[in-house]
C-alpha cells in the first residue's frame, strides 16, 4: 500500500487559494457593481439589478462595439495564423540554417517593442501626409492623400495590420521551430512518392502540427481580446464608432465619457460570460 | 532669593528655547514629500522642471509631473481624483472644473494659494474661467480666446482679403484649397471630446444662434446646430489631411507646416505661428478675430490642488505653494524669455514692455480685439464633459462618414440630455 504525500497539497493549496482570490474577488466585485448605479461623480448608489444588461440591448453603440469586436477577432486570428504558417513554411523551405536564425531575430522584434510604442510608431507610419506606410501610395497616384485611420472602411485593418505585425511574424518564428523539430521520415516517404512541397505541409506537415497549431490559435484569440492598448493609442475607437471593440466602449463609459462604472462593469461581465462560453465551445469541439 | 534667580533663569530659558523653537517653525520645510502632478504636456511646465531645485529650497521638497494627452489627462484625472486620489495637484481646465469641484475632488485654491503670490494678477477673463459656484478653484497655465491666423501670401496671392463675415469664411476657403500643392482652405478638429472637435464647432453653434438648455429643458436640437453642424461639415471637406481623426496638435501642426490658408483656433497658436522653432511659416502670418459673428471659444487651463492625496491641511499648504510657485510672476517670466506665447496669464506680464518688444503691436490689438468677442460657449454645469464627449462622439462619426443624419443625431443627444437632467 502506497503512503499517500502530503506534498501536492502544501504546494497547491496555497497557490489555488492565491489565485482563487486574486481572480474571484474583482470577478465578484464586478458582478455586484454592474448590478448597481454607481457613477465616479457621486458617491451614492443603489441596486437596479438587471436594468444595466437590459439597457445594454437598446445602446447602439454597444451593438455596434460587439460587432467591431467579432470582426476584429476574426481578423487579427485568421491573418495572424496565416502569415504565421506561410512564413514559417517559407523559411522551413527556402532559408539555410543561418538565414533561419536571422529571420527568426528579425521577426521576435516586433512583438518584443511595447504594444504602445508600436502604436505610436504605425500611427505616425500611417500619417497621411508624412507617413512611409503610405508613401507608395501618394507615389503612385502622383500625390493624392490616404488617411487609413480616418477612413471607416480601412480604420479597422490598418490597426489589424500592427496587431498582425507584432504577432504574426512571432508566431512564424514557433511555426519554423514547430517544422524543425518533425520527425524527417514522414516527409522523406512524401517526398519519394513525388509529392510537391505545398502537397506535403498541406497533408503531412501541418496535420501533424495540428494540436500547437490550434494552441497558438486559442493563445491569440485571448490575446486579440485584448487589444485595448493599440485601438485606444491608434483610433480612441474612431473614425466615429468604427473602432470601438467592447473593452474600448467600456472603458469609455467608464472613465472617459460619463464615468458610469456599473454600466461599464456590465459589459465586463457580459464579455467575460461570452469569452468563457464561446472558448468552452471552441476547445471541445477541436477536442472531439 | 536664590529661589528667585533659579526663576529667573529658568524664565530666560523657556523664552529663549520658545524663541529657538518659533525660528526653526518658521523655516520648516512646507513639503515633506514630493509633489505628485498629472498634467497635460506643456512648454511652461517642461520649463518649470529645469528650477526644481529652487522649488526644492523654497519648500523642503522637489515635485514630480506625470503628463498625459490632453483626452488620457482628462480621462486619468478623473478616474484617479474620484477613487484612489495618487496626485496631489491635478491639471484641470473649464470643462472639467464644475465637475472636479462639484464633486469634492480639489479644494478651493485661494484658502492655501499664498498671497504674496497675487492670484489678483492673473487675466480677468481666466480667473473667471478658474471660478465655479463662487470659489476659485485652479492657477491658471494657459488661456485666452480665438483668433483668425492667415497666411497673407497665400491669399494675397489667390486675391482674397482676410475674411470679415463667416459668410466670407465659408466661401474663401474652397478657392484657398489647392491639394496638388498640398495648401488646404482651413483646418479643424474632428477628433472627438467636448475639449476637441466640439470646441472648435461650438462657436458655430453660438453663432447661429443656438443655446444649450432652456433651464433645465434642452435647446440645443434646433435649426441653429443643424446649420452649424452643415456647416461644419462643409468647410470639413477643405480642412487639412490628419485632422479628420486629429485635434489641436494636427490642426495647428499642419498650419505650422506650412499647409493651411486660415485657420482659427485657440490663442495660443498665434504665439507658435511667429516663433522660428516652432513654425515654418514665420513672417507670412497675419492675425485677426474670429469672422463675425463667430464668438472666441473662452478657455482656461490651471493646476488645482487635489483633495483625497492631501489629506491634512499641511499637505493642501504644500499642493498651494507649489501651484503659486509654478504660476508666479518669476516663473511667467522665465517662460517670456523662453517665448513661450501661450504660456502668458498674468495681466502685468502681457502687458510689459518686454512682452511688446517681442509680439508686436499687431498681435497685442488683435488679442485686445479678440477679447471683445470672446465668450463662454459650453454648458457650464457638471454634466458638460458627459453631454459634450456624447456629442463629439457623434460630431465625429458625421465628420468621417460613419453617419449623415445629423438631426438623427441631434435626436440621440437630445435622449441623452433629458437623461442627465433627470438623473441630476
New interface residues.
Given amino acids: 500500500m502506497r503512503r499517500r504525500s502530503s506534498l501536492p497539497v502544501t504546494f497547491l493549496v496555497p497557490t489555488l487559494a492565491i489565485l482563487l482570490v486574486l481572480s474571484m474577488v474583482p470577478t465578484l466585485y464586478a458582478i455586484v457593481i454592474a448590478l448597481q448605479n454607481r457613477e465616479l461623480s457621486t458617491t451614492g448608489y443603489s441596486w437596479v439589478w438587471f436594468s444595466n444588461f437590459a439597457d445594454l440591448f437598446t445602446d447602439r453603440r454597444f451593438l455596434n462595439a460587439v460587432w467591431v469586436s467579432v470582426k476584429w477577432e476574426i481578423v487579427t486570428v485568421v491573418a495572424t495564423m496565416v502569415v504565421a504558417i506561410g512564413l514559417g513554411v517559407l523559411m522551413f523551405e527556402a532559408a539555410g540554417p543561418r538565414m533561419r536564425n536571422f529571420y527568426c531575430l528579425l521577426f521576435i522584434i516586433p512583438v518584443l517593442l511595447p504594444r504602445v510604442s508600436a502604436a505610436f510608431v504605425w500611427k505616425f507610419a500611417y500619417h497621411p501626409l508624412y507617413g512611409i506606410a503610405t508613401y507608395p501610395y501618394r507615389l503612385v497616384t502622383g500625390g493624392l492623400i490616404f488617411d487609413p485611420l480616418s477612413k471607416p472602411a480601412t480604420a479597422l485593418f490598418a490597426v489589424a495590420t500592427v496587431d498582425v505585425w507584432q504577432w504574426g511574424l512571432f508566431f512564424a518564428v514557433i511555426v519554423l521551430k514547430l517544422l524543425e523539430t518533425l520527425p524527417p521520415q514522414p516527409i522523406e516517404a512524401a517526398r519519394l512518392d513525388h509529392a510537391r512541397r505545398w502537397q506535403i505541409h498541406a497533408y503531412v506537415t501541418l496535420p501533424m502540427l495540428k494540436a500547437p497549431l490550434v494552441s497558438l490559435m486559442f493563445v491569440k484569440m485571448i490575446e486579440s481580446l485584448r487589444s485595448f492598448d493599440l485601438i485606444y493609442v491608434m483610433t480612441r475607437g474612431g473614425p466615429g464608432v468604427a473602432t470601438e471593440t467592447l473593452d474600448m466602449y467600456a472603458f469609455s463609459q467608464g472613465f472617459i465619457e460619463s464615468g458610469k462604472v456599473s454600466y461599464a462593469s456590465a459589459m465586463a461581465v457580459l464579455m467575460m460570460i461570452a469569452t468563457v462560453i464561446t472558448f468552452t465551445m471552441l476547445w471541445k469541439r477541436v477536442q472531439a | 532669593m536664590n529661589s528667585n534667580r533659579l526663576a529667573a533663569s529658568l524664565g530666560a530659558a523657556f523664552v529663549l528655547t520658545a524663541s529657538v523653537s518659533t525660528a526653526a517653525l518658521a523655516q520648516a520645510p512646507v513639503c515633506s514629500a514630493p509633489v505628485k502632478v498629472l498634467a497635460q504636456p506643456r512648454d511652461g511646465l517642461t520649463l518649470l522642471e529645469d528650477s526644481k531645485d529652487e522649488f526644492k529650497k523654497l519648500s523642503g521638497a522637489s515635485f514630480q509631473i506625470d503628463y498625459l494627452n490632453e483626452?488620457d489627462r482628462?480621462?486619468?484625472s478623473?478616474?484617479d481624483a474620484?477613487?484612489v486620489g495618487n496626485y496631489n495637484v491635478y491639471y484641470v481646465d473649464e470643462a472639467n472644473v464644475a465637475?472636479f469641484a462639484?464633486?469634492g475632488w480639489i479644494v478651493p485654491l485661494t484658502d492655501y494659494y499664498p498671497a504674496d503670490y497675487d492670484y489678483a494678477d492673473f487675466d480677468p477673463g481666466r480667473q473667471k474661467v478658474a471660478t465655479y459656484d463662487g470659489k476659485v478653484w485652479f492657477a491658471p497655465l494657459t488661456g485666452g480666446g480665438d483668433l483668425m491666423v492667415y497666411r497673407k501670401d497665400v491669399l494675397e496671392a489667390a486675391g482674397i482679403q482676410p475674411p470679415k463675415t463667416l459668410d466670407e469664411l465659408i466661401a474663401d476657403v474652397p478657392k484657398l484649397t489647392n491639394?496638388?500643392k498640398?495648401m488646404y482652405g482651413i483646418a479643424l478638429r474632428?477628433?472627438?471630446g467636448s475639449g476637441a472637435n466640439v470646441w472648435r464647432w461650438m462657436p458655430f453653434f453660438k453663432a447661429y444662434g443656438g443655446k444649450w438648455f432652456d433651464g433645465d429643458k434642452p435647446a440645443f436640437n434646433s435649426d441653429a446646430a443643424v446649420k452649424a453642424t452643415e456647416t461644419y461639415l462643409k468647410l470639413f471637406k477643405d480642412s487639412a489631411?490628419?485632422t479628420?481623426?486629429g485635434s489641436w496638435d494636427e490642426s495647428t501642426g499642419a498650419f505650422l507646416s506650412g499647409?493651411v490658408a486660415i485657420l482659427v483656433e485657440s490663442t495660443p497658436l498665434s504665439g507658435m505661428a511667429v516663433d522660428p522653432k516652432t513654425s515654418q511659416v514665420v513672417g507670412k502670418v497675419g492675425f485677426l478675430p474670429p469672422p463675425s459673428p463667430l464668438p472666441g471659444g473662452g478657455y482656461g487651463h490651471g493646476l488645482a490642488i487635489g483633495t483625497k492625496a492631501n489629506a491634512d491641511d499641511a499637505a493642501k499648504k504644500c499642493a498651494g505653494l507649489f501651484i503659486a510657485w509654478a504660476t508666479s510672476k518669476e516663473s511667467e517670466k522665465r517662460r517670456l524669455g523662453a517665448h513661450q506665447f501661450g504660456e502668458l496669464n498674468r495681466t502685468s506680464i502681457l502687458t510689459s514692455k518686454e512682452f511688446a518688444d517681442i509680439y508686436g503691436a499687431d498681435l497685442g490689438k488683435a488679442l485686445a480685439d479678440t477679447g471683445k468677442v470672446t465668450a463662454v460657449n459650453f454648458w457650464q454645469d457638471?454634466r458638460w464633459?458627459?453631454l459634450g464627449?456624447?456629442w463629439g462622439?457623434i460630431l465625429?462619426?458625421?465628420?468621417?462618414?460613419?453617419?449623415t443624419d445629423i438631426k438623427g443625431g441631434l435626436n440621440e443627444l437630445e435622449a441623452y440630455a433629458n437623461e442627465l437632467v433627470k438623473k441630476k
Fill in positions: 483626452n482628462r480621462a486619468k478623473r478616474a474620484s477613487t465637475l462639484s464633486s491639394a496638388d498640398g474632428g477628433a472627438r489631411p490628419g479628420q481623426t499647409q457638471p464633459p458627459d464627449d456624447r462622439i465625429e462619426e458625421l465628420v468621417t462618414g460613419t453617419r
